[in-house]
């Protein structure tokens, strides 16, 4: 005997898969109508996703729309800077990578997925925004932090990107290192502060963002982190905790790279009035609204929620990402710091 209500659910199934079949390869059917949506691929640090996602992307697509009548979507993904690289070593398909630190940018060079130091002709050398590390603490302060200095106190735990994964977290330790060797002028004291510092870092987490969550769930008394991770917190009234500004700190300054093997040649035109729309004076405001600071220094003037920093450095002031990589992250925080921390 039939079973008919069994058949009737077998049709309506193959009659579904085939019309989402169908539905899937239409675009190239003949004499289909291929007007399908042009794509940017983009990877980015992990701080970025709000502004890229929920502002500076749906700019652009107005942007594109009105100049060209064509629609553009963005396939994005944000990370831990150095995980992003290394996604993108691998053969990731991001045709655009904004990047924490040029040193990410150098490891493309170096691995062939970059042909030379192209960022460096792009406005600003490449670098897109900036912002300062600071430091942030629970409400009221219980532990008095003012300064780095206070971070070496025993019984301070502090939260902390790795510096293994996350871009952020190498800017953290020149801050760390630098606003001493800056004050004082002495090397030696320099590696007591960052030692002091590390001595107290009780968990790591893969990227800034990570990290942020962490403290937010309840773990440790501060975080070490960019002043836009935190403003862009209390801009929507979520801001548990209290800013702390450090008399010296450095300014982290992101870079965006372009990956040419990656872009079809279709494809040049939209690509590079994308990245010419990054340092125009909307997407620079764009930036500024989320809490990051703008290479166009006027943009910047009488913004209530920048905090004001006596000594705000670069890392040129440290030699460039080279020099800094080598004398500071290698052979001071990973041949000695880290040595010493660990044999505790």
Excluded: C
């Excluded at 090397?187 to 968990?203: F, M």
């Excluded at 440790?220 to 982190?225: R, S, Y």
């Excluded at 990245?275 to 004076?281: A, C, G, M, N």
């Amino acid at each position: 005997m039939i079973n008919w209500r069994l058949l009737s659910r077998q049709v309506v199934l193959y009659l579904a898969v085939g019309g989402l079949a169908l539905y899937a390869v239409w675009p190239w059917l003949p004499g289909a109508n291929r007007a399908q949506p042009r794509t940017i691929v983009v990877y980015g640090f992990s701080i970025l996703g709000e502004v890229m996602n929920d502002g500076v992307f749906p700019a652009f697509q107005e942007h594109w729309k009105a100049r060209t009548g064509e629609d553009v979507e963005f396939i994005s993904s944000f990370g831990g800077s150095g995980t992003v690289t290394n996604q993108i070593i691998l053969g990731v398909p991001a045709e655009v990578a904004i990047l924490s630190l040029e040193l990410d940018a150098l490891r493309l060079v170096e691995s062939g997925r970059v042909d030379g130091s192209t960022w460096r002709e792009l406005p600003h050398g490449g670098i897109l925004n900036r912002t300062p590390f600071i430091i942030l603490v629970r409400p009221g302060n219980p532990r008095q932090i003012t300064d780095f200095a206070d971070l070496t106190q025993p019984g301070v735990g502090i939260i902390h990107p790795d510096p293994l994964t996350s871009g952020g977290a190498q800017w953290a330790i020149l801050a760390e290192y630098g606003s001493e060797l800056r004050e004082t002028g002495d090397p030696a004291r320099a590696y007591e502060q960052l030692l002091g510092i590390w001595q107290n870092v009780t968990s790591q987490a893969s990227s800034a963002r990570a990290a942020r969550t962490q403290f937010q769930s309840g773990f440790g008394d501060v975080l070490i982190t960019y002043e836009q991770e935190v403003t862009y917190d209390m801009l929507r009234g979520q801001l548990e905790g209290e800013i702390v500004y450090p008399k010296s700190t450095i300014l982290s300054e992101h870079v965006v790279v372009v990956i040419d093997d990656n872009i079809p040649r279709a494809d040049r035109e939209l690509i590079d009035a994308f990245v010419d729309f990054l340092w125009s004076e909307e997407a620079q405001r764009i930036f500024v609204e989320y809490g990051f600071r703008s290479v166009d220094e006027t943009l910047n003037v009488d913004v209530p929620y920048f905090g004001v920093i006596d000594d705000p450095f670069t890392v040129a002031d440290m030699g460039g990402w080279p020099e800094a990589k080598r004398e500071i992250i290698d052979a001071i925080w990973k041949d000695r710091v880290l040595q010493e921390v660990g044999n505790e």
